[in-house]
Nanobody, 117 residues
Framework: QVQVVESGGGLVQPGGSLRLSCAVSALTFRDYVMNWYRQAPGKERELAAT???????SYTDSVKGRFTIARDNAKKTVTLQMNSLKPDDTAVYYC???????????WGQGTQVTVSS
């Protein structure tokens, strides 16, 4: 069983920064596409950022230029650096690991990010 554990959420003022981390227990971390999803109150979960096994990144339009996803295959971790945060970024952020061969997915428990003055 693959375990996915997020950390790093919290309360930050508009314009501030936060860094989320996700640790994955998979033996073959390099075979996983890593995603950060988020779910705001009353809204559907949305895909915020993706990094492929080879390191290619993509972002939803609302976070482009502000968020950066990165992975460390040796440490089996993925991070989401969030800058210039806005109140609309307030959500529970979930780390997702998807095996690129089987498409099997594993989810973390989520971490709350609140952007408020």
């Amino acid at each position: 069983q693959v375990q996915v554990v997020e950390s790093g959420g919290g309360l930050v003022q508009p314009g501030g920064s936060l860094r989320l981390s996700c640790a994955v227990s998979a033996l073959t971390f390099r075979d996983y596409v890593m995603n950060w999803y988020r779910q705001a109150p009353g809204k559907e979960r949305e895909l915020a950022a993706t990094i492929s096994a080879g390191g290619t990144t993509s972002y939803t339009d609302s976070v482009k230029g502000r968020f950066t996803i990165a992975r460390d295959n040796a440490k089996k971790t993925v991070t989401l650096q969030m800058n210039s945060l806005k109140p609309d970024d307030t959500a529970v952020y979930y780390c997702n690991a998807r095996n690129r061969w089987s498409a099997r997915e594993y989810w973390g428990q989520g971490t709350q990010v609140t952007v408020s003055s």
